[in-house]
């Protein structure tokens, strides 16, 4: 029998790596719809009481942004590994890190947020060896 007119297989999925994925994306998802319409909220909330969120807002509109587009970087990079992609794992990462520092410039460091990112990306990288 020949083999080369076969189909080739596509790899499994791992299922660590699938409830990875699914959470992630569920998470981020989520994240992402939720920071975009803050983002317009607090917008329009500030514009009509303009010091009434002082406190709550960002000290720059660049921080909702940076929020944003790293946040779309994550789950971009989620929906590449669920495709066992190594460079969504590398988006993931670069994308988790970046909040952490940002978030640490703006509102000071988080144990909780650092060690929950840690975890994550642990967590992945452990299924970086499924991945092309």
Same mark, same amino acid.
């Given at each position: 029998?020949?083999?080369?007119? +076969? %189909?080739? @297989? +596509?790899?499994?999925? %791992? *299922? &660590?790596?699938?409830?990875?994925?699914?959470? #992630?994306?569920?998470?981020? /998802?989520?994240?992402? !719809?939720?920071?975009?319409? *803050?983002?317009?909220? $607090?917008?329009?909330?500030? *514009?009509?009481? %303009? /010091?009434?969120?002082?406190? $709550?807002?960002?000290? #720059?509109?660049?921080?909702?942004?940076?929020?944003?587009?790293?946040?779309? !970087?994550?789950?971009? /990079?989620? !929906?590449?590994?669920?495709? $066992?992609?190594? &460079? /969504?794992?590398?988006?993931?990462?670069?994308? @988790?890190?970046? *909040?952490?520092?940002?978030?640490?410039? @703006?509102?000071?460091? #988080?144990?909780?947020? +650092? !060690?929950?990112?840690?975890?994550?990306?642990? $967590?992945?990288?452990?299924?970086?060896?499924?991945? #092309?």
């Amino acid at each position: 029998m020949d083999n080369n007119n +076969t %189909p080739t @297989q +596509t790899a499994a999925r %791992p *299922g &660590m790596l699938t409830v990875l994925c699914i959470l #992630s994306m569920i998470f981020n /998802g989520l994240l992402l !719809i939720f920071c975009l319409i *803050g983002i317009f909220a $607090l917008a329009a909330i500030s *514009g009509m009481f %303009p /010091g009434l969120l002082s406190g $709550l807002l960002p000290s #720059s509109p660049l921080y909702a942004i940076l929020s944003v587009v790293l946040c779309a !970087i994550t789950f971009y /990079g989620v !929906i590449q590994m669920w495709k $066992l992609k190594k &460079m /969504g794992f590398y988006m993931y990462a670069g994308a @988790q890190v970046a *909040g952490v520092v940002i978030s640490t410039m @703006q509102t000071g460091f #988080s144990i909780a947020g +650092t !060690i929950f990112c840690a975890v994550w990306i642990a $967590l992945y990288y452990m299924n970086l060896k499924h991945m #092309s």
